[in-house]
């Protein structure tokens, strides 16, 4: 499974694709799940489309799919991939570490791969989505650097 944030900077959207191609081809017939978390409020209403009136769901997807495009390239599932093992979701929930490690357990996810942004201070406070995940998953999790944030 990739946990992709497709908001996060390019450098860190290459390097985590890089990383979901190596394992990919290291484990001959994997399967893989892209998957994206839409935030959403806890109480209140949500903005379920942007200013041009476009789903934000659907823009998230799209995303996704343009994400693994050379994954999927690579794997030689050019198109359309009947076989099913490049699939994409996007999750709505407010607590985006809660919503991939129960997509993870069930799915009978064995290894998340994710991505995580250079820490501010802030961040190492409170915590952050990839240490929850780790924290909480019954599987193997592979966090990938920020390159941009390295020092």
């Not at 996704?64 to 198109?79: F, I, M, N």
């Not at 240490?131 to 390159?147: L, M």
Request: glycine share 8%; proline share 3%.
């Amino acid at each position: 499974m990739a946990a992709v944030d497709v908001g996060g900077t390019p450098e860190l959207l290459e390097t985590l694709r890089d990383t979901v191609q190596h394992f990919l081809q290291a484990e001959a017939g994997a399967r893989l799940a892209c998957v994206g978390v839409m935030k959403t409020t806890r109480i209140g209403m949500d903005e379920l489309v942007d200013a041009e009136g476009s789903s934000l769901h659907v823009k998230q997807l799209v995303a996704l799919k343009h994400w693994a495009r050379p994954l999927q390239q690579a794997l030689g599932l050019d198109g359309l991939d009947r076989s099913g093992r490049v699939t994409f979701h996007v999750l709505e929930a407010p607590d985006a570490a809660n919503a991939i490690v129960e997509f993870a357990r069930r799915n009978e996810v064995d290894h998340i791969i994710m991505g995580a942004r250079s820490a501010s201070p802030l961040r190492r406070y409170l915590g952050s989505v990839s240490a929850q995940v780790v924290a909480e998953s019954d599987c193997s999790v592979t966090v990938v650097r920020d390159p941009a944030g390295r020092g």
